[in-house]
């Protein structure tokens, strides 16, 4: 997988983590229906939160893999 790709895969997980945060939030300060279902509708808007962080994550692993290999090749 050549760089670019990889770079756009990540920019769309970063995206889609986003938008899922956001939906969460919407959900768990302005739906109606999401608090007249009570904790389901709890369990509903922290999952979307919390899937949106797991997404937005691989950003941050990837440039530091990328640090790491660049220390490595400066110390050779």
């Known amino acids: 997988m050549t760089d ?6 990540l920019k769309i997980c970063i995206t889609v983590g986003l938008c899922l945060i956001l939906l969460g939030i919407y959900f ?21 939160i919390a899937l949106g962080m797991v997404l937005s994550l691989p950003t941050k692993m ?15």
């Open 28 to 48: 768990h300060n302005f739906s109606d229906m999401i608090d007249a279902m009570g904790v389901t509708g709890i369990i509903i808007s922290a999952l979307c």
């Open 62 to 76: 990837y440039l530091t893999y990328l640090l790491v290999l660049r220390e490595s090749d400066k110390k050779q």
């Open 4 to 9: 670019a790709k990889l770079i756009l895969i």
